[in-house]
Each structure stands twice: as structure tokens, then as C-alpha cells.
Antibody, heavy 118, light 108 residues
Framework: QVQLQESGPGLVKPSQTLSLTCTVS??????????WSWIRQPAGKGLEWIGR???????NYNPSLKSRVTISVDTSKNQFSLKLSSVTAADTAVYYC??????????WGQGTLVTVSS | EIVMTQSPATLSVSPGERATLSCRAS??????LAWYQQKPGQAPRLLIY???IRATGIPARFSGSGSGTEFTLTISILQSEDFAVYYC??????????FGQGTKVEIK
């Protein structure tokens, strides 16, 4: 059974860079045909796909965030990471890491709340 | 970007009744439409994909229909555990895959 777990600071100052890591267990991050993804959800609001990294290592980002987002993978640690630069209060949200196949998410992390505040 | 619009925002239903949720896409997504259920403090759970195919372990009281731009999720006999927020998601076009804003199904 694949499990994902987010980790990283819960509080980030405005204009700084948000950094989160997702640790995958129960399967290799470099096998299969999956999009390892980051999805976020502001409190009381809907879900927004931030970006994805394919098993091959290629990345795709939401155009609305593209200039600020970097997703990378560390296969030796079975982890993938999110960096979101120049954050503002609008970036406050629960951040989920997820595994998507053909655009469908069957496996989600539990989510981690990141608050942007000074 | 394809915009997904769900209605209503909130649906008040009594246990044992039927609930019908709608999702509209700003352009055709064919049948590449999924529904997720989210309970407070939890990650979403996949219910339906391909517009009408139940995911593994999903009860038969959940059904989906539609294609193109208009979709429906029906919960035939609401159980207490079905009160939650439901999201539709299109995975026909990237970038990006997009979700609707959700429909909250609450106890009447």
C-alpha cells in the first residue's frame, strides 16, 4: 500500500520560499507511470493543482503559479519536493502531495497546513 | 484553463433521501471527469472516474453520468457517512487538471 507523507515548516514569512517534502513509502517513486503531484486547498475552499513531476522526471506546472514553483525528485530518498517562492498570505493553505495516474488521484498525503504570516 | 462549476454550493438532504449534484465544464472534457468525496480534516477520496465508473470499494448508491460539459453525481439513498463535500475534477486537459469549488451535502 502506497503511503505519502508531507513534511516542512508550518509557518513561512511573506516574500520567503515555502519548501515541502513528500516521502513515499510502499513503492518506488521511480517505477510505474505516475504523476507525483502537489495540490493545495485554502481553508474552506476548493482544490488547486500546483504541479506534477512524472516518473521520468519531467515537470509541468499550473500556469498561474509557474513563475514561482519548482518541483523536484530525489529517487535515492524516495521523495519529491515543492518550492514556492515569494509567498504571500494568498498561499496559506493545506498542501497535499499525491500520486496521480491518468489524472486521477488514488493516493494522497494527509496534508500539511502552511501559514504565510510575519 | 478549463473552469469547473458545481451546483448547488450546499445541498440539504435527509438521510435516506436522494442527492443530485451537478458539475459543468467550461469546455468539453469528454468523459474525463472524476468525483471525489472529502470529509473534514481528511484528504479527498476518489469515488467516480470516467464520468460513470465507480472506483474500487465505492458503494453502488454512488453513480455518475454525463459527458462533454454536463455531469451529475447521484447518491441514491443517503447514509450518515455520506455527508461531506464533493468535488468534480477534469483530467482531459493539462495544464492544469482542475477541480470544481465543491458541493457540501449537509443533513437537513
Amino acid at each position: 500500500q502506497v503511503q505519502l507523507q508531507e513534511s516542512g515548516p508550518g509557518l513561512v514569512k511573506p516574500s520567503q520560499t515555502l519548501s515541502l517534502t513528500c516521502t513515499v513509502s510502499g513503492g518506488s517513486i521511480s517505477s510505474g507511470s505516475y504523476y507525483w503531484s502537489w495540490i493545495r486547498q485554502p481553508a474552506g475552499k476548493g482544490l488547486e493543482w500546483i504541479g506534477r513531476i512524472y516518473t521520468s522526471g519531467s515537470t509541468n506546472y499550473n500556469p498561474s503559479l509557474k513563475s514561482r514553483v519548482t518541483i523536484s525528485v530525489d529517487t535515492s530518498k524516495n521523495q519529491f519536493s515543492l518550492k514556492l517562492s515569494s509567498v504571500t498570505a494568498a498561499d496559506t493553505a493545506v498542501y497535499y502531495c499525491a500520486r496521480a495516474a491518468f489524472g486521477l488521484v488514488l493516493y494522497w498525503g494527509q496534508g500539511t497546513l502552511v501559514t504565510v504570516s510575519s | 484553463e478549463i473552469v469547473m462549476t458545481q451546483s448547488p454550493a450546499t445541498l440539504s438532504v435527509s438521510p435516506g433521501e436522494r442527492a443530485t449534484l451537478s458539475c459543468r465544464a467550461s469546455q468539453s472534457v469528454s468523459s474525463n471527469l472524476a468525483w471525489y468525496q472529502q470529509k473534514p480534516g481528511q484528504a479527498p477520496r476518489l469515488l467516480i472516474y470516467g464520468a460513470s465508473i465507480r472506483a474500487t470499494g465505492i458503494p453502488a448508491r454512488f453513480s455518475g453520468s454525463g459527458s462533454g460539459t454536463e455531469f451529475t453525481l447521484t447518491i441514491s439513498i443517503l447514509q450518515s457517512e455520506d455527508f461531506a463535500v464533493y468535488y468534480c475534477q477534469q483530467y482531459n486537459n493539462w495544464p492544469p487538471w482542475t477541480f470544481g469549488q465543491g458541493t457540501k451535502v449537509e443533513i437537513k
